[in-house]
């Protein structure tokens, strides 16, 4: 049985970042259809299904390959927007980011030095704030 499925996924694509996400996203419709029972959930929830499989036992591994760096690149972007990287969380813990009120430059402060004035390196205005 295990030999059989070996060689069915012999040359396939297999999973990936995104085929994970979509089932996460299959998932997340699936319990949501459970409450609403709505058709639309039911519908998305089978199509991300579909995708998914279709993903996973394609042997067309440049566009699957493709695909799975245009979704690692949007979702790198859509963290570093709201701040949840890893760099950036590590980062927090240490400093504290402040914008310049002139330029809006944003500018690193160590945390825990006390009550400190700032000069912006773009602009050179000096503010206060508290580490
Ligand atoms: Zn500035």
Do not use: W
């Not at 089932?23 to 058709?39: D, Q």
């Not at 639309?40 to 499989?53: D, G, M, P």
């Not at 493709?66 to 949007?74: D, F, G, H, R």
């Amino acid at each position: 049985m295990k030999d059989r499925l070996n060689r069915f996924m012999r040359g396939r694509y297999g999973a990936d970042e995104l085929s994970r996400f979509l089932l996460v996203l299959f998932i997340a419709c699936v319990i949501i259809n459970a409450f609403t029972r709505t058709n639309i959930f039911y519908a998305v929830s089978l199509a991300l299904l579909v995708v998914c499989y279709y993903r996973m036992f394609s042997r067309n591994h440049a566009a699957r390959y493709a695909e799975n760096q245009k979704y690692l690149s949007m979702k790198n972007r859509v963290l570093t927007k709201l701040g949840l990287t890893a760099r950036q969380r590590e980062q927090r813990k240490n400093y504290h980011i402040y914008h310049c009120p002139s330029c809006k430059q944003k500018i690193r402060i160590p945390r825990g030095k006390g009550k400190i004035c700032i000069t912006c390196p773009k602009c050179g205005r000096e503010f206060t704030k508290k580490s």
